[in-house]
């Protein structure tokens, strides 16, 4: 084992977290978040301890039952780490926990080893956790509640009071340890997991170090705070089982000054209250609020609660709830919280046929695939006030974009679309989480690149989110599809918003869905009717949630106070506790603005050239007559112009040579990054199917800290090429329809390789004619290191019209740097000949193919630079004109300098560019920018920059 390989030691084998209730409290002052946890707990089935499946009582069939490779990953026993009993009381756990601190992780008191090896020793719960500061762990007393409504994730956990119940139940101190990789809770003579309490509080505080997190300036030079998608997943924001297997639901309550708005992965908009959730008074009997007064939707914000007793003071503070009842690994949870305006957008339906009833093979959560689930999707954008104009173009595109992935894969498997975009330190071009998606400001411009980006952003719904990797090496498992499914839902939106930019006539405002299905109401099939489930097998109504009715404005929407119908038990169970207030929706996305906004000036403008052409193309797959009326304009207003295409009608033809050309440009990309990475991160499947466990008994995500991993797409591209050249074996058409099914089979469980090749296989039993089998291709393509035969006869040559221009671009541009020196000639006075590009990404092409030249002179460079307007260009293009600036020590370093500092997203690359040169010029600007934007860089970009620059 390594440094670079990431430990699991939550011990899921015995015992498991099936639900959290989680409140935050970001301080963005000292940079730490003081969080309060409770953990119910329940012993492994047996069937998650055989590692058949992820559900509490079996429900797998013999064909997804136990298996040799997936019972091996994740089944290990830990050596136990040295403990130190850190139970203590207010008055020392200050002085307690700084000399944990003060030894770097170390327990300040000698392990015994032989209690460690004593068979009688007490049972032990392992979370996993990181840069935490825990201030007390304790039992909470669970007399009279019936626990199921918390361990059976078949009822939903929807209680927005669920927090303060549980904060006045009775408590008793649990005796812990912290180690630097994880917390051990044990309870003095609990000997196995049954015994062991089934609620657990852990109060705590995050370290502004702390890896999860990122505390930053936004654009508009406000403090903010998000989820980077760390190495690490969350621990560092809070203990947990960090192990995919380890799914749970979680609610979540967060504090934050009312100025502050709050992004988080849940099911529905979020539900706003006055003052610090602590101070909500209710009624224990019936979990409802005390002389709650609705809290009107005054300066554009949401309704929300006042507490009866909450200080004047306290009113300056808003408490968010979000909740989920889709069963998840907490590796998923995102947060960001800014000062930023919230943008509604129109509801979109799903514009996929019904899809075929199945069994689910994972736990009964209410999932896409049961009848009561809406197939209208709200949307909501979140930005810095400075960047409404830029994201015009995006949020135009984004109702399209989702609308086209559910044609290609079915009912959008979340309840609704958040779209934030976050500030240009974001390490990232873009992270799919459940119901959320951050984008970086690099991609929200009017340009294909971004609109494909967000396209691939929406395909992890199905794949990464509901359809998750047992084993973490895997990447390509989501990485792959997503790069694969990419260029098909951009090329169906494009041509849906192309048709809605051209229409005659505005479509009705409101989303047409089609007739329901089993012969439910239109009414209740918007409303996605949800039942909860009660202890002593009583059904009683749950919450409705009518997203449709998310797109109201503020001042419409109006919040009524219902009359509690819960019984006047002393502990009833969350159902009825949610039976009133629950019922209220507060719609959370009403067009929203933290303080007053400017429109920010800036933001280019694109142009769709209209032509007098307009053929119908047939081979799109856009559904039938009446499906199309969706690919008009949701909002009743004709479509802005979008930069699709310039020049030309858009047609289907043309953007399959434009994937085509894509695919050349990602050959060339991955060829590249595999000369020069290490052969142990150029595998697909680097575990092949074993387990890593360390001699200390531990076992460890290989390469799971290797910041170099960060940085490289071969899980992206070399997945996507077997995706394609599995198609090719087959026909598209054929191999998108089974990826469709296999995302319906496998639907909330968590896969491996095999069993995608395993049902690609089966679906197309004439391949093993041809010599393919999964062993095959688990040799061929997932286990060996280095640039496959096949991707280099896909794609290392291509001929297209749209590579042909490119090529009649390069052979001007030769030409012209062959004859400067003659004639001193500019691009003014030169004859230029040269059709614009139909799509940037020719652009992106051709400079890949200027940078193989040996050498081009300044004063090309310049005129390059003029003629394309370099500066206007997307991140990609812009990219490769800076190592082209680079390589050929042009003057003007600017353009470097600025997608330095701009485009962190990107930039780690060119600090290796600038210093590979060794060119002084290069290191002293490189060193500069590292100076200036290290503090505001993500983690692993600034080590890696660090390394680059300084050496280890």
Not at 266 to 288: C, I, K, L, N, W
Not at 649 to 674: F, G, K, N
Request: net charge negative; aromatic share 8%.
């Amino acid at each position: 084992m390594s440094n670079q390989d990431l430990p699991l030691l939550a011990n899921i084998n015995d015992i498991r977290a099936r639900h959290y209730l989680i409140r935050l409290e970001p301080n963005f002052t000292t940079k730490v978040i003081r969080g309060k946890v409770f953990i119910f707990f329940e012993p492994t089935s047996e069937c998650e301890v055989r590692g058949g499946c992820c559900t509490r009582q079996c429900s797998c069939g013999s064909e997804n039952g136990t298996n040799d490779e997936t019972r091996i990953l994740y089944k290990y026993t830990p050596r136990p780490l040295p403990r130190t009993e850190c139970h203590l009381s207010d008055d020392d756990s200050d002085d307690e926990d700084e000399s944990y601190q003060h030894n770097n992780g170390e327990s300040s008191v000698a392990s015994n080893d032989d209690e460690s090896a004593d068979e009688n020793k007490d049972f032990e719960v392992v979370l996993d956790c990181c840069d935490i500061r825990v201030r007390s762990v304790s039992e909470v007393s669970c007399e009279g509640v019936d626990l199921t409504q918390y361990l059976d994730p078949s009822h939903q956990r929807l209680c927005k009071f669920a927090l303060n119940f549980w904060s006045s139940r009775d408590r008793n101190p649990l005796q812990y340890s912290v180690n630097p990789w994880c917390i051990k809770i044990w309870k003095p003579g609990v000997k196995d997991a049954g015994g062991f309490p089934g609620a657990v509080c852990i109060e705590y505080e995050t370290s502004p170090q702390g890896k999860s997190l990122l505390w930053r300036m936004d654009q508009d030079g406000n403090p903010c705070l998000f989820t980077p998608a760390a190495a690490i997943n969350n621990r560092s924001l809070l203990p947990c089982q960090d192990p995919p297997f380890a799914m749970a639901t979680w609610q979540a309550w967060v504090t934050v000054r009312k100025e502050f708005f709050v992004s988080m992965t849940g099911d529905a908009s979020p539900v706003r209250f006055v003052g610090h959730m602590d101070d909500q008074e209710y009624h224990a009997a019936t979990h409802t609020p005390s002389s709650a007064v609705c809290c009107p939707d005054s300066d554009n914000h949401d309704g929300g609660y006042y507490g009866s007793h909450v200080p004047e003071w306290e009113i300056s503070r808003v408490s968010y709830y979000y909740h989920t009842t889709m069963v998840l690994p907490i590796a998923t949870i995102a947060i960001a919280a800014g000062m930023w305006e919230t943008q509604s957008l129109p509801a979109v339906c799903s514009s996929d046929s019904p899809t075929p009833s199945r069994p689910c093979n994972h736990y009964a959560y209410p999932c896409h695939h049961q009848e009561q689930w809406s197939r209208v999707t709200p949307l909501t954008v979140v930005h810095p006030i400075s960047c409404t104009q830029a994201i015009k173009p995006v949020v135009a595109f984004l109702p399209y974009a989702l609308r086209a992935a559910t044609r290609l894969l079915g009912t959008y498997p979340c309840r609704r679309l958040e779209v934030v975009v976050l500030p240009q330190c974001f390490g990232s071009l873009g992270l799919a989480s459940p119901n959320l998606i951050f984008l970086s400001p690099t991609v929200v411009i009017d340009d294909p690149s971004a609109f494909i980006r967000l396209a691939h952003e929406i395909s992890h719904a199905w794949f990464g989110i509901v359809l998750g990797a047992q084993d973490w090496t895997e990447e390509w498992l989501s990485e792959g599809f997503a790069t694969y499914l990419e260029d098909a839902i951009f090329a169906d939106a494009a041509l849906a918003y192309h048709r809605a930019s051209r229409a005659p006539s505005p479509p009705s405002p409101q989303p047409q869905c089609k007739k329901p299905r089993n012969g439910t109401s239109e009414e209740e099939e918007q409303e996605g009717t949800e039942e909860e489930s009660h202890s002593g097998g009583e059904e009683e109504e749950g919450e409705r949630e009518n997203e449709g009715d998310e797109a109201k404005s503020g001042d419409e929407e109006e919040d009524e106070e219902r009359k509690s119908k819960g019984d006047e038990d002393d502990v009833p169970d969350e159902s009825k506790l949610c039976e009133s207030h629950d019922e209220e929706e507060h719609p959370g996305n009403n067009q929203h603005r933290h303080q007053s906004s400017k429109e920010a000036e800036g933001g280019r403008k694109g142009s769709t050239e209209e032509s007098a052409g307009g053929e119908e193309d047939k081979s799109v797959r856009c559904g039938s007559d009446e499906e199309r009326e969706g690919d008009k304009n949701p909002s009743g207003e004709p479509a802005a112009p979008l930069r699709l295409c310039s020049g030309q009608t858009l047609t289907r033809a043309r953007l399959e040579e434009l994937a085509d050309l894509r695919a050349h440009i990602r050959y060339r990309t991955l060829a590249s990054e595999l000369e020069h990475s290490a052969e142990d991160l150029q595998t697909l499947r680097p575990m092949q199917g074993e387990s890593m466990v360390g001699a200390d008994g531990i076992s460890y995500v290989k390469n799971g800290l290797n910041p170099d991993k960060a940085f490289l797409q071969v899980h992206y591209l070399k997945g996507y090429f077997l995706l394609k050249y599995m198609s090719q074996l087959v026909g598209r058409a054929k191999f998108d329809a089974m990826i469709r099914e296999y995302a319906g089979v496998y639907h909330g469980q968590l896969v491996l390789s095999r069993h995608i090749l395993d049902y690609f296989i089966k679906t197309f039993p004439q391949v093993k004619r041809h010599g393919v089998t999964r062993e095959t291709l688990y040799t061929t393509w997932l286990n060996q290191p280095g640039l496959n035969q096949e991707i280099a006869d896909m794609y290392a040559e291509t001929s297209s019209d749209l590579v042909a221009q490119v090529a009649h671009h390069l052979q001007f541009w030769e030409h012209f740097d062959k004859s400067k020196k003659r004639s001193g000639q500019t691009i003014k006075r030169a004859k230029v000949q040269l059709d614009p590009f139909v799509f940037p990404d020719q652009l992106v092409l051709l400079l890949e193919y200027l940078l193989e030249l040996p050498k081009v002179y300044k004063r090309t460079l310049r005129q390059i630079n003029e003629y394309y307007d370099m500066a206007a260009q997307c991140g990609d293009a812009r990219h490769r004109w800076c190592e082209l600036v680079i390589k050929n020590d042009y003057e003007d370093l600017s353009q470097v300098e600025r997608f330095l500092r701009e485009d962190q997203a990107m930039g780690v690359y060119l600090y290796g560019e600038l210093i590979i040169s060794r060119n002084t010029k290069h290191t002293r600007l490189a060193d500069q920018m590292f100076t200036k934007t290290q503090e505001d860089m993500d983690e692993t970009s600034r080590m890696a920059v660090f390394s680059m620059l300084y050496g280890e």
